[in-house]
C-alpha cells in the first residue's frame, strides 16, 4: 500500500508563490509516476503536473506550463509542486497521486491509483 501526505497549501495574493510538497511512503514500484492534481468547487478534478520516478520525463498541463514545476527528492522521497505567479483560478484542492506500472501518458485521474487527503490553495484577486 501506498501512502501520500501533501501538504504546504495556503491563501496567497494574486501574483504570489506557494511550494505544495508530497511525501510518499509505503510499497512502490521503481517506475510508478506521481501526479499533482487540482479539483475546485462544482467542478471535475483536473491534472496539473506528473514526474515519473525513474526517468526525467514530466509532463505539465497547459494551463500551468512556464508557471509550476514539479521536482522530486529521491532520497527523502518526496515530491514538489513549486507554484508561482498564482492566479485566483488556481484556487482549488490539490492532490498528489501515485499510480501502479505500467502507464503510458498518466495525465488523467483514472490512471492513478493512490491519492493524498489534498491540501487547500487559495489565491485572493
Known amino acids: 500500500q501506498v501512502q501520500l501526505v501533501e501538504s504546504g497549501g495556503g491563501l496567497v495574493q494574486a501574483g504570489g508563490s506557494l511550494r505544495l510538497s508530497c511525501e510518499v511512503s509505503?510499497?512502490?514500484?521503481?517506475?510508478?509516476?506521481v501526479g499533482w492534481f487540482r479539483q475546485a468547487p462544482g467542478k471535475e478534478r483536473e491534472f496539473v503536473a506528473r514526474?515519473?520516478?525513474?526517468?526525467?520525463?514530466?509532463l505539465y498541463a497547459d494551463s500551468v506550463k512556464g508557471r509550476f514545476t514539479i521536482s522530486k527528492d529521491s532520497a527523502k522521497n518526496m515530491v514538489y509542486l513549486q507554484m508561482r505567479n498564482l492566479k485566483p483560478e488556481d484556487t482549488a484542492v490539490y492532490y498528489c497521486a501515485a499510480n501502479i506500472p505500467p502507464w503510458k501518458v498518466a495525465n488523467t485521474s483514472r490512471e492513478y491509483h493512490y491519492w493524498g487527503q489534498g491540501t487547500q490553495v487559495t489565491v485572493s484577486s
Open positions: 514526474l515519473s520516478w525513474s526517468d526525467p520525463g514530466i
Open positions: 509505503g510499497h512502490t514500484f521503481s517506475s510508478y509516476a
